[in-house]
């Protein structure tokens, strides 16, 4: 099966440092619409990260407000997380999903594979 989404960028920081997350949508895909990034903590549980409009409006979970921002650059088919202040209870798999097309395919969300985060104390 073709990836059509890749994630990168995850690591290992310590508490209080940052980390700048890639998403990137394959060249086969268009009309991409809403993006957003998601995160599996280690205790399973999937939350809603941010999300952006393709016109840039940005939301974000109670939780992650004032520290993280989220953005695209849509001629270039990306979009990114930037993760400032990080805490210990940051550390999940985070992974992206991309509303869009891909080639003569159907309109459906795209998952990358996930990309993972780990915040030290």
């Known amino acids: 099966q073709v990836q059509l989404v890749e994630e990168s960028g995850g690591g290992l920081v310590r508490a209080g440092g940052s980390l700048r997350l890639s998403c990137a949508a394959s060249?086969?895909?268009?009309?991409?619409?809403?993006m957003a990034w998601y995160r599996q903590t280690p205790e399973n549980h999937r939350e809603l990260v941010a999300t952006v409009t393709r016109n840039g409006n940005a939301n974000y979970g109670d939780s992650v407000k004032g520290r993280f921002t989220i953005s695209r650059d849509n001629a270039k088919n990306t979009m990114y997380l930037q993760m400032n202040n990080l805490k210990p209870e940051n550390k999940a798999v985070y992974y992206c999903?991309?509303?869009?097309?891909?080639?003569?395919?159907?309109?459906?969300?795209?998952w990358g594979q996930g990309t993972q985060v780990t915040v030290s104390s």
């Open positions: 999903k991309i509303d869009g097309n891909s080639g003569n395919g159907p309109r459906r969300d795209s």
């Open positions: 060249q086969t895909m268009h009309s991409l619409n809403d």
